[in-house]
């Protein structure tokens, strides 16, 4: 469930979930990149989120749910968002039937994997594209 608290005199609201190490240190890169806080971004990842509604575009959800053995490839992330945020992510799990934790998981894969893939996906989808673009030219 949501946990509301106060930042600089906002109200926030959070909630966790686990998602892959390696994602958490890419969106911790890109939030050092950006020269924003980790907060900063999980703000920005869910305004853009909710405003492109991804989830009906075909983005399947993830399981944000710990896995069944203590895997250390994995973390407990918390993400803590304006109240507005949180409760429109919450309305988003509950029409779609899946979990809070569900929901913040496949948000922060489509921000750190469609909106700012790392360089080697950005490379592979280059050259599947060239090798599709080569067999229609055939």
């Given at each position: 469930?949501?946990?509301?608290?106060?930042f600089?005199g906002m109200?926030?609201?959070?909630?966790?979930t686990?998602i892959?190490l390696?994602?958490?240190?890419?969106i911790?890169a890109?939030?050092?990149?950006?020269?924003?806080t980790?907060?900063?971004?999980?703000?920005?990842?869910a305004?853009?989120?909710?405003?492109?509604?991804a989830w009906?575009?075909?983005?399947?959800?993830r399981?944000?749910?710990?896995?069944?053995?203590?895997?250390p490839?994995?973390?407990?992330?918390n993400?803590?968002?304006p109240c507005?945020?949180a409760?429109?992510?919450?309305?988003v799990?509950?029409?779609?039937?899946?979990?809070?934790?569900?929901?913040l998981?496949?948000?922060?894969?489509?921000y750190?994997?469609?909106l700012?893939p790392p360089?080697?996906?950005q490379?592979r989808r280059?050259?599947?594209?060239r090798?599709?673009?080569?067999?229609?030219e055939?």
């Open positions: 469930m949501l946990t509301p608290s106060l600089n109200s926030y609201a959070g909630e966790s686990v892959p390696k994602m958490h240190l890419y911790q890109l939030a050092f990149v950006q020269g924003m980790l907060r900063a971004v999980h703000e920005d990842c305004s853009r989120f909710l405003a492109e509604k009906e575009k075909g983005l399947r959800w399981d944000g749910h710990r896995p069944a053995l203590a895997d490839e994995w973390v407990e992330v993400v803590r968002i507005d945020l409760d429109n992510l919450a309305e799990s509950r029409r779609n039937g899946v979990g809070l934790p569900d929901v998981y496949t948000m922060l894969y489509w750190s994997w469609v700012y360089l080697h996906e490379e280059k050259t599947k594209f090798a599709s673009k080569a067999r229609e055939r």
